[in-house]
């Protein structure tokens, strides 16, 4: 669906081009140049102490609710959903979030403002979307415009969440919990997970410090990186 998506936005972008080569006039190519940057540059954002409703959504009050796009968290009910929320909300509560809203395509069917969410973490501004990938809160959506790609940019090295605030979401110790993982994989696994059949258990901190990642299946524990 992506490409789809992405050539209509970039034709609607081109609009003003279009409409005047059909009246016959010349257009004005830089100026049209100028018109398709500003349609395809997020508008940002700042809202202060947003409520996490889960973990993709946040309530912003009289700005309404924010869809984080690019990705999928479980929902409420779901397996993962409270330790997704629990995060979201951690990040997000009592501080500034910026917002990066597609001028394209800025609400959803139920109204929601679809953006990228960006954070203070440990080592500067976290982008809130691509770290609930890293920690296998969410999975990446194949929903909205191809500039968001949040798959992409999850597989790059984030700042980090800052300590008080991984405390806030209850996240586990690493050097208590147990995993599975293989001799030749690249995650970690719960035990009861299908993966995990010929694996061997070992501490969380032990899976993180091999560089494995959470398995998108059993949805093990996750911590900070």
């Known amino acids: 669906m992506r490409a789809p998506r992405r050539h209509m936005d970039l034709a609607l972008a081109a609009l003003p081009i279009l409409l005047a080569l059909l009246a016959g006039c010349q257009p004005n190519l830089e100026r049209s140049e100028r018109v398709i940057e500003r349609a395809l540059t997020p508008k940002t954002v700042s809202v202060v102490d947003p409520r996490a409703v889960d973990g993709d959504t946040l309530d912003a009050g009289e700005r309404g609710r924010i869809r984080l796009i690019g990705i999928d968290c479980p929902e409420v009910g779901d397996p993962g959903a409270d330790a997704a929320t629990r995060f979201t909300a951690a990040m997000c509560e009592d501080t500034t979030v910026r917002l990066a809203i597609s001028p394209l395509w800025p609400q959803d069917v139920y109204g929601r403002h679809r953006a990228i969410a960006y954070v203070p973490g440990s080592g500067g501004l976290l982008c809130l979307n691509a770290e609930l990938i890293r920690r296998g809160l969410a999975r990446p959506s194949s929903m909205g415009p191809e500039a968001f790609d949040v798959r992409a940019w999850a597989k790059l090295p984030g700042p980090g969440a800052t300590p008080s605030r991984l405390d806030d979401a209850g996240l586990p110790d690493p050097s208590r919990v ?8 690249t995650k970690y696994h719960r035990p009861d997970c299908r993966h995990a ?22 949805r093990p524990p996750v911590v900070d990186p």
């Open 178 to 185: 147990l995993v599975y993982v293989t001799a030749t994989g």
């Open 197 to 218: 059949r010929k694996g061997a258990p070992t501490t969380l901190a032990a899976a993180l410090a091999r560089g494995l990642g959470p398995c998108g299946s059993c």
